[in-house]
Every structure is written in C-alpha cells, then in structure tokens.
C-alpha cells in the first residue's frame, strides 16, 4: 500500500503521457491530436496496428474468461467431473457453486491490484518482461483450470490466470500509446475494447461447439481455448517484441531506443526525428521535476484534478453500468428464459452484431468525439430497455419476438 505522502518518481509512467505526446508520425514530424483517423491513417500505420493486435491479446482472455465458470454448469460432463449425483440428477453443490462463483468477485479484485502494482514493475523491470511474465502466469492459470483436481483447483487456476490477465490488461494501453502516433492514438486505444468483445463472442462460440459433446472435453475445451492468446503472445514476445522505446530513454539506453523504434515503425521512417522527440520529452521532465513542487498521490483528489480523477473512474464504471455483464454472461439464458429455441445459437448474433457496433466506433471515436458516442450510446440502451419493458407488460409471440431483436442490437 503505498503511503498518501509517497513521491513521484520522475521515471515513473506518471510521466509517460508527456513523452507519449512528443512521438512522431512516421517520419513526417508531429501532428495536431484532431487531426481524424481515416482508413488511410490505419494503412499508413499498418505496422503499428499489428503490434497493438500483438500487445492486445491478453484482453481477448479478459473477455472470454469473464463469464466461462457460468455457463459450464450446464454441461452434464462437467456436473459428473465435479457434482453429487441425486435420484438419478447430477448437480453442482451449493458451496462448489458459491466457491467458484466468488473466484470472480475475487478475480477482478486480483486484476485491480495487478494493474495498481504494474505501473512499479514495469517502471523497474521494462515494459517487455511485464508482458512475457503475464502471459507466462496467465498460460499456467489456464492448464491449472484444464487439469483440475478438484473445484479448489479450478478455483485457483482461475485466480491464478486473472493476476496475469491484469497485468497484461492494464500494461497493453501503456505501451500501446507509447507506440501509437498522435493522430492515431485513440483508435489504436480503441482496439482493446474490440478485443475484449471478440474474446466474449469467442467464449460463446466455443462454448456453443462444445456443447454437441457429451465426453470430458465438453468442458475442457473452452478452458484450454484460453491459453491460444497469452501462448502466442509469450512466444511472439521472447522472439521479436522490443522494449519500449520511451521506457528505455528513461533509464539512459538510447541506442536501444534507437533500434526498437526502427522494429517498431519499419523502414522509410525517420527513427531518429522520432527519438529525439522522446529524448526532448524525457530531459524536459526531468527539468520540471526538479523545479515544480513535490506531488504525491493525494494531488490526484484535491483542486482541478479531483474532477479529472472522478470522470476517469466514472468512464470505466459506466462501461460496466449499462450492463456488458449481463449480455455478455447471461443473454443465453435470459433467451431460454423468454422461450427461445436454440438460445445459445441465436446469442451468437447478438454477439456479432456486438462486435460490429464496437468497430463501429473506430472512424467515429476521433470523428464525433469520446463523449457523444457514450452518452448516445447509454440513451439508446435506456430507450430499447424502457421499450422492452412496455412490450412485454402483455406476453405474447409478437412481443418475444420484439424482445429478441432489442436485446441483440
């Protein structure tokens, strides 16, 4: 726990917002943050999207891993592996299903404080090595829960799997940014939500397979599914990903810098217009630490900054008040409930079209602006549950169907 007097360190990510608005576009000098991403600006940064796809695979796991204990329950290999068989009904116990279920109120708490102690191991140990080391915890938390015991070994396969789904969740936007040029950043910060939806739809797809299977793997697959992501991303990471090119300005290592940024960005690009960006960033932090008054973390809640902290917090909790728990984890079931046939099936579309509303969102996000599409988004959502809830005041096939079609847009 850090203390409320506890200083800032002047290599601390704290500042990698300075040194991230010093980047360059790819040989083509600094651009103004308004400047609109076009597909033209995402095929002329074609390479720095592959390396945020790269960096971004840790959220697909954070997406699929979400709701999986959930809908293993139903699965009658999973009840015998796991259940009490009575008067002929295999069933989870009460306290298995309370165990595993707190595995995710627990989880999110685990990935809170992965990301919370992040920002110190990564300023310590590099930006690289948090990666290869999340992805290394995450692949061992996934076999721990494809080979389990017992529920306690499930259990701790899951909690195992979310420390390293949180480091690598929170370090991706970091060095995301890092990478990104100016007028390309919000899209490229806009890709982990993608990701996070295509993991959701993943684990549904998976789980929709397997459930024509009637043996061991019925279950056991949609566990295993989970260590594709970090298993490519630890190999890819040891093999070709560089540090971080700002992170290694900071700590004195230019000519390192120097080689990652031409990894990074490719050839024709002036890598070095680029590192001398950084570098300018980095020596004029390092000036203003030593002349502006000491910080610590209390400034975030006092003054001007107690409103920016209160709208960054606020951003992430909407995204789960507008209820992305619920379709993610239990449209299927809400779909069973109303009576429709094959729910699992038909929730795939709901998914799709989940997924093609959020890459929507890339031309629009540097087009319209962060706080139009939120807000017009969370007035939609309010208006379709406001009409589903005067529609099925008198049931009926109509209003199912109505039902169906609101709930999957």
């Known amino acids: 726990m850090l203390r409320s007097d506890q200083k800032f360190d002047d ?8 040194i991230e608005n010093a980047s360059l576009e790819q040989g083509s000098g600094f651009e103004a943050s308004r400047q609109t991403s076009t597909l033209a600006e995402i095929l002329k940064n074609r390479r720095i999207v592959l390396w945020c796809l790269l960096l971004y695979l840790l959220p697909i796991n954070y997406g699929y891993e979400m709701t999986m204990v959930g809908k293993l329950y139903a699965a009658p ?5 796991f259940g009490q068989e009575y008067e002929g009904v295999w069933t989870i116990k009460t306290s298995d299903q309370q165990l595993l279920n707190s595995a995710n109120i627990i989880s999110v ?33 996934v076999i721990l829960q494809g080979f389990p015991f017992d529920v306690y070994t499930l259990f701790g396969g899951k909690l195992l799997g979310n420390m390293g789904v949180g480091l690598g969740f929170s370090l991706g936007p970091v060095f995301v940014a890092e990478l990104a040029p100016e007028s390309f950043r919000g899209l490229a910060l806009a890709f982990m939500n993608t990701m996070i939806v295509l993991g959701q739809w993943a684990n549904s ?31 890819l990471s040891l093999l070709i990903l560089p540090e971080s090119p700002s992170w290694l300005m900071i700590h004195g290592k230019e000519e390192q810098a120097l080689r990652a940024l031409k990894i990074f960005k490719g050839k024709g690009v002036d890598a070095e217009a680029s590192l001398e960006a950084i570098k300018r960033a980095v020596e004029m932090e390092k000036a203003a630490s030593e002349t502006q008054k000491e910080s610590s973390w209390r400034d975030c809640f006092k003054g001007p900054n107690l409103r920016r902290t209160i709208i960054v ?11 992305v728990t619920f379709i993610a984890g239990y449209l299927p079931y ?18 799709a079209i989940q997924l093609f509303g959020n890459v929507c969102s890339w031309p629009l996000v540097d087009r319209v ?4 599409l939120m807000v017009s988004g969370c007035f939609a959502i309010v208006v379709g ?23 999957t847009m």
């Open 334 to 351: 809400y779909f069973s409930l109303a009576g429709v046939k094959n729910a699992l099936g038909v929730a795939q579309g709901a998914f």
């Open 369 to 372: 602006g962060r706080r139009p």
């Open 11 to 18: 290599k601390n990510s704290a500042n990698a917002t300075n």
């Open 109 to 141: 708490v685990g990935v809170f404080v992965s990301a919370c102690l992040n920002g110190f191991i990564s300023d310590y140990l590099g930006r690289k090595w948090v990666v290869v080391i999340a992805s290394f915890i995450c692949c061992a938390g």
């Open 385 to 407: 549950l406001v009409i589903i809830g005067c529609i099925n005041i008198k049931r009926s096939d109509a209003s199912l169907k109505a039902t169906v079609a609101l709930m």
């Open 205 to 235: 797809l998976t789980i929709y397979g397997c459930s024509f299977r009637h043996d061991e793997w019925a279950w056991r697959l949609p566990l295993f599914v989970q260590v594709i992501p970090p298993g490519i991303l630890l190999i």
């Open 313 to 323: 917090i606020m951003v992430f909790c909407g995204q789960q008040w507008v209820g």
């Open 77 to 81: 290999a999973f009840q015998r592996q």
